[in-house]
């Protein structure tokens, strides 16, 4: 019998990221998934809109799931309000024996209409300290930390910082940001920094890369691999998911989860 995951999300209307990118991974990884959904997030002409769900609505999806035994993991991505934010805590101080990775997506981080001071507060005071790991990239790292981020140095800083607010692990997502030939990571165990990189991969099929990225650490996790090790697959799984990207139209394209599957680590035939 797979074992049972839970993603606690957004819904991505282009399927790229959010919960759909959540379950085409865990399927991958031959693991039974349910889903809550927090948002349903549309985007037209570069403009991107949150609908989040009624509170009501994520507590029936939540009573659904969790009337079922033996869930052994939880993965969060997008959760758009403070009272959403404060149904998905008090769910994870009730069950504290579940691995729990937490994506932090700010991805209202550019709509004024949203006060995203509170919301920033919200996850560090009421989700960070319930987890297991918090996988920011580096300007969710910027705006919980408030602090900038130039350097792989400035990255280790950060990491050790936020571990502060709770969280037992911390890993931050360098991207193509940082200067140089590779993509740089940076994860803090609480005691020792640790640094994974892999060739930049310069192409726009990187929709829904951070959402893979947690759900394949939460994924290995569940599965009785040990933290390291499963950030290590996920940096491989999500370059090879870039690397043979979907375009979904002229110029932006999707991780494509089962690359891995299909290609490995060989290149994709042009």
Known sequence: MPKKIV????????AGGGLQADLATFHEYGLLAFTAITSIVTESCGNICIYPVAKSILCEQLTTIFSLTDIKGIKLGLLPSVEIIKIVSKLLQE???????VDPVLIFKEDVKVDITEIIAAMKELIFPFVDLITPNLLEAELFSKKKINTSLDMKEIAVKLSQYGSKNVVIKGGARILGKDAVDVFFDGNKIHILKLPKILQNTNNGAGCTFASVILAMMVKG???????KQAKVFVYNGIF???W???????????????????????
Do not use: C, Y
Request: charged share 25%.
């Open 7 to 14: 993603t606690i999300a957004g819904s991505d209307t282009l």
């Open 95 to 101: 069950n504290p024996e579940m691995i729990v990775v």
């Open 225 to 231: 691999v040990d933290i390291l090790a499963s950030i």
């Open 244 to 246: 043979h990207g979907l």
């Open 248 to 270: 979904i139209d002229e110029k932006h394209g999707n991780v494509w989860q089962g690359a891995q599957r299909f290609f490995g680590s060989k290149k994709r035939e042009k």
